[in-house]
């Protein structure tokens, strides 16, 4: 099984600021099959990037995945108040399919 | 727009047995891979099963097989998990997802609760 470790835990951050978020893999992720879901309080995950870098549907170009292998980063440019929410990486590219424990971008 | 809504949630004693439904609407879910996740309170995700699309292959995580079944009814744009010999640590919210690989959209979730 492939474990997925997010850093930072919590990030505090200004609107308008730049936002750097980390999911580390314990195995290589086949295929670079690498997804992000954003999740706010009292509300489902949604999903946000998948293969690694690819932005899900209606998701703002402030959104950005990269990375490869083990070592993957979701960015976002210039956040925006609706943007503090937890996030989670997901592989599915081994199974069984697994999850981080997410990172809580948090206003500073 | 895609749609999903579960019920089935409740609260059941350990041992127990509960079935989830997923009501699906805005896509053609009898193309579509469908998953269960939960999310344990407080807690991160767990992808629990998947089923494709007629239903001959369904994919579960290892703390479930044998307890849980997926299936699904195309006719009826429904998607189902039966839990059976239920555990405290079942408890969790259940959403249904549509896909298999990324996951999206999402429904609202149906809390299960396992405890006497």
């Known amino acids: 099984e492939i474990v997925l470790t997010q850093s930072p835990g919590t990030l505090s951050l200004s609107p308008g600021e730049r936002a750097t978020l980390s999911c580390r893999a314990s195995?290589?992720?086949?295929?670079?099959?690498l997804a992000w879901y954003q999740q706010k309080p009292g509300q489902a995950p949604r999903a946000l990037i998948y293969?690694?870098?690819s932005r899900a549907t209606g998701i703002p170009d402030r959104f950005s995945g990269s990375g490869s292998g083990t070592d993957f980063t979701l960015t976002i440019t210039r956040l925006e108040p609706e943007d503090f929410a937890v996030y989670f990486c997901?592989?599915?590219?081994?199974?069984?399919?697994?999850f981080g424990l997410g990172t809580k971008l948090e206003i500073k | 727009e895609v749609q999903l809504v579960e019920s089935g949630g409740g609260l059941v004693q350990p041992g127990g047995s509960l079935r989830l439904s997923c009501g699906a609407s805005?896509?053609?879910?009898?193309?579509?891979?469908m998953s269960w996740v939960r999310q344990a309170p407080g807690r991160g995700l767990e992808w629990v099963a998947n089923?494709?699309?007629?239903?001959?292959?369904?994919n579960y995580v290892d703390s479930v097989k044998g307890r849980f079944t997926v299936s699904r009814d195309n006719a009826k744009n429904a998607l189902y998990l039966q839990m059976t010999s239920l555990r405290a640590e079942d408890t969790a919210v259940y959403y249904c997802?549509?896909?298999?690989?990324?996951?999206?959209?999402w429904g609202p979730g149906t809390l299960v609760t396992v405890s006497s």
């Open positions: 997802v549509k896909g298999v690989g990324w996951l999206g959209p």
């Open positions: 805005g896509f053609t879910f009898s193309s579509n891979w």
């Open positions: 195995q290589s992720v086949s295929y670079n099959y």
């Open positions: 997901h592989q599915y590219g081994s199974s069984p399919y697994t």
């Open positions: 293969d690694a870098s």
């Open positions: 089923i494709n699309q007629d239903g001959s292959e369904k």
